[in-house]
């Protein structure tokens, strides 16, 4: 990943030093600025294009990282939440472990292992889970 850095600041600097080529000569020859604006326009998308390259790099290695052994446990808990404020994510993050606890009593009253799904979805945002127990634990 460090390589990747490394040649996106080379292509970034060399790209910076044709811009400030392109900018001094604007200066020095006034005449020429709607046709050296335009390549300065160019540039904008060459850039935008540097950094694009560099983020797909980014996210090639990072999908070819190994993945993490999975959790052992006798209970396995899979929880997502999405909310638009941090308020918002305080309480539905509350009411899911509500329900979860409802959930972890229940599968300790019953010895029922799973798995338990729960969500919900509404103003705040949603949630969704997935509780799994493994035999009488």
Request: hydrophobic letters at 40%; zero cysteines; glycine letters at 6%.
């Amino acid at each position: 990943m460090e390589k990747v850095d490394d040649l996106t600041r080379e292509k970034l600097r060399e790209w910076q030093m044709r811009r400030l080529e392109i900018k001094d000569r604007i200066q020095s020859h006034p005449e020429q600025t709607l046709e050296l604006s335009r390549v300065l326009d160019l540039m904008d998308d060459e850039h935008a294009e540097i950094l694009s390259q560099a983020e797909m790099i980014r996210s090639a290695d990072v999908a070819n990282e190994p993945m993490p052994p999975p959790l052992t446990g006798a209970y396995t808990l899979q929880l997502n939440v999405a909310a638009q404020s941090a308020e918002d994510l305080r309480r539905l993050l509350d009411m899911a472990v509500f329900e979860l606890q409802q959930q972890v009593n229940a599968m300790t009253a019953t010895a029922d292992a799973g798995p338990h799904r729960g969500n919900m979805s509404g103003s705040l945002g949603e949630y969704r889970f997935e509780l799994g127990g493994h035999g009488n634990a």
